[in-house]
């Protein structure tokens, strides 16, 4: 069997975690060509060892000190910054994980496709930012995209042999995260610790924050808007709890295929691996008589505003979606900083695109240059969104 060249970008977060634990599973399958990292540089290292990496990347020029020191003598080359994140994944690969969280993630799932990698796209972000720009790149050089967020490989698997033109619509379920039985009156006072923990999956800390407000799904209506090319009215959020039932896609016909399975990153990320071959993967089996029954229930938009948001930019399409995402990661770090409250996450992110909508930039092209210009320029919008309501409550 050829040995498969694979590079895993955001190696030391939950995704990249669950990517190398199946790629660890058969050594002799890969060649593993760079892995890449934030601040957790000793995880960084040790895995950049474990798999025998060619490079092992930090996004921060600060850490490469200790990244170097944690890989001497082993032979492994090391670099720092997000331009060497980007020249890595330059590195000829077969398949590629995007697994970076935020808007850093674009640019080097976009680099990968244009060595014609097959992209494991588990970073949402690159298509709510630029999902044209990503999709029409990937398109050009003749490479492919797989949807790794659960959901999305849901649908992907759901569609396998059907024609796109017979689909009526598309449910894409949510659990309600960490709040979703919380009285909306006690949502004021959420802390990110309280947001923090998920009460089906396992995931990093801010898409577990993002799904308690549900901006999660917010970004995964855009992300299936921009990858399947289904028009936003036949793109349907729906609360079920249990997370077992990942997308459901109706047909013309009235049938609807659901994707059914544990919630468990890992099976979406080894479909990924494995695509077009389905193999064997570790994870539980169902018990249905055991589990007894799935519930759901409609999302309350008053409850959930990033809902309602998420369709205006589908609408209003273009960099619009740069606007929202940058707003929304600005209004997380001051939520996760203490320096906005859990509510007031939406209404920033409103204000900002609100602010922003006649902006001459947004009628522009669609670049890696104008996506990372309006991303900057949102994030400065929503500082001085959250600066005015400081202000206002130390008035
Ligand atoms: P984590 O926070 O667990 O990991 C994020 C990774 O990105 C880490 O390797 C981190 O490095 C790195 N990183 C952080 N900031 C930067 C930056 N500025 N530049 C480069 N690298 C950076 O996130 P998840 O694994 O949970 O999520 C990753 C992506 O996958 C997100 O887009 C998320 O929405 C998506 N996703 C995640 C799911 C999950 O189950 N976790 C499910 C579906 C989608 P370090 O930690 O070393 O600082
Ligand atoms: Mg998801």
Redesign the pocket.
Known sequence: MTRRRVSVF???????GNTLDLIGRAPDSYDVIAL?????VA??ADLARRHNAQIAVT?YDDCLPALRDHLAGSGIDCAAG?GA?VAAAERPADWVMS????A??LAPGMAALKQGATLAL????SLVTAGTLLMETAKRHGAIVLP???EHSAVFQALIGEDIATVERIVITASGGAFRDWPLADLARATPAQASSHPN?D?????TIDSASMFNKALELIETHEFFGIAPERIEPLIHPESMIHAMVGFVDGGIMAHVGPPD?RHAIGFALHWPERRALPVERLDFAALGQFTFRAPDEARYPALRLAREVMQAGGLSGAVFNGAKERALDAFIDGDLGFLEMAPVVEETLTAMAGDALLSGQMTLDTVAETDHLARVRAGEAIRARQSKRQD
């Open positions: 955001g190696a030391t977060g939950s995704i990249g890449s990292g934030g601040r957790n995880l960084l996004a997000a994140i697994a970076i969280v935020g850093a993630g588990a970073n949402k972000e790794v967020d659960s999956w995931m990093g800390q801010r898409i990153m």
